[in-house]
């Protein structure tokens, strides 16, 4: 199994550009994490999905940040406008079973607003 | 992907001894509980669970130990190698949900 994938591992773009960061979970997972990791605020969850449906997006710093997940296989974070403060590794994880138990990371995606 | 916060606490060994690396959680209706280590530019990795009906697990040179009545969870590594040094987090999942809430975690240096 090739694990969590994550595109692009690394995101350079200016202050105002759309981003968008993919995330390819493990085959046959039902729950899908969008987090995001800083230096001053640690490893945040901000969005999952189970069965493709969002759970609890209660952690999406605001309107600018999106998610879908329009199939079992595939997720988006989107990030429009981007800005400075939205730099971070951003993971995304996927796990099996009702209880959601043990998450699988992906590499993450490095992302830098300039 | 680095990790760290800015004051992140770091427990320094020697090859070869024990760590123990403390977490102190705050939802007492949390039932679950992961250890999970990262590497420099990697994500977090899955060491070992418990729940909450359990006060000790044992794996492969580790355990976890879980103490309810004052919300703390400890990570025990035994005979510590280079390659353990990492990040630690805990994380703690309340009853009912999916999600996990981390804490700020330690990094692990083990000095040969």
């Known amino acids: 199994d090739a694990g969590v994938i994550q595109s692009p591992r690394h995101e350079v773009t200016e202050m105002g550009q759309e981003v968008t960061l993919r995330c390819k979970p493990i085959?046959?997972?039902?729950?899908l994490f969008w987090y995001r990791q800083t230096m001053m605020r640690g490893l945040e969850l901000l969005i999952y999905f189970n069965n493709n449906v969002p759970i609890d997006d209660s952690g999406m710093p605001e309107d600018r940040f999106s998610a879908k997940m329009p199939n079992a296989s595939f997720s988006t974070l989107k990030i429009q406008p981007s800005e400075p403060r939205d730099s971070a590794v951003y993971f995304c994880?996927?796990?099996?079973?009702?209880?959601?138990?043990?998450?699988?990371f992906g590499p993450g995606t490095r992302l830098t607003v300039l | 992907g680095e990790s760290v916060g800015l004051h992140l606490p770091t427990l320094s060994v020697q090859e070869g001894d024990n760590s123990i690396i403390n977490c102190a959680y705050s939802?007492?209706?949390?039932?679950?509980f992961i250890w999970y280590k990262q590497e420099s530019g990697k994500g977090p990795q899955f060491i070992i669970d418990?729940?909450?009906?359990?006060d000790k697990r044992q794996g492969q040179r580790v355990t976890v130990l879980l103490n309810k009545t004052v919300k703390h969870l400890s990570l025990q590594i035994a005979a510590t190698q280079p390659g353990d040094s990492a990040v630690y987090f805990c994380a703690e999942r309340a009853m009912g949900r999916r999600a996990l809430t981390f804490g700020s975690g330690t990094r692990l240096q083990v000095q040969p």
């Open positions: 939802n007492s209706a949390s039932d679950y």
């Open positions: 418990i729940r909450s009906n359990m």
């Open positions: 085959s046959g997972h039902n729950s």
């Open positions: 994880a996927s796990s099996l079973g009702r209880e959601g138990k043990e998450q699988f």
